[in-house]
């Protein structure tokens, strides 16, 4: 297994526990004590471990998709980023849409197995409604 499949596929997994708002599983497996989550909607906001698990009771999610991930490698940390297409509503508001989600993953038992999941907690999550802007001309072709 690549580290680009074995990370696709903990980001199944973390997204599968968001889905089905699954707090065990995310408070203990998948997040780092000190996870926050920033969202370019309000950037000088950090949201919590604590407040982010709280969110949950009201984020219904109806349909979830992941594409285009690429990963960052740095020694005890990995970085992914990717796009997540989501059907969802959080207080009765529509959050349906893209999404480019960054995730900063930190290796929980420094010289283990890099390829064992249960090593592996994000700490920090940047999330940004994700549109198409024009290309510059520099970039068309």
């Given at each position: ?97 893209d999404f ?10 420094p010289k283990a ?29």
């Open positions: 297994m690549t580290s680009v499949e074995f990370f696709t596929h903990l980001e199944q997994e973390f997204s599968s526990a968001i889905q089905h708002r699954d707090h065990k599983t995310l408070d203990e497996r998948f997040l780092d004590a000190n996870y926050t989550l920033r969202i370019s909607d309000d950037p000088a906001r950090k949201i919590s471990r604590k407040d982010w698990l709280a969110t949950l009771d009201v984020y219904l999610v109806k349909n979830w998709q992941m594409r285009d991930l690429e990963l960052r490698e740095f020694g005890d940390v990995a970085v992914t980023s990717l796009v997540v297409f989501q059907e969802a509503v959080v207080r009765g508001i529509d959050r349906s849409g480019f989600l960054t995730d900063v993953w930190v290796q929980s038992a197995n890099r390829l064992d999941s249960a090593n592996w907690r994000i700490a920090a999550r940047y999330s940004s409604p994700a549109r198409q802007l024009p290309k510059p001309d520099m970039l068309k072709g």
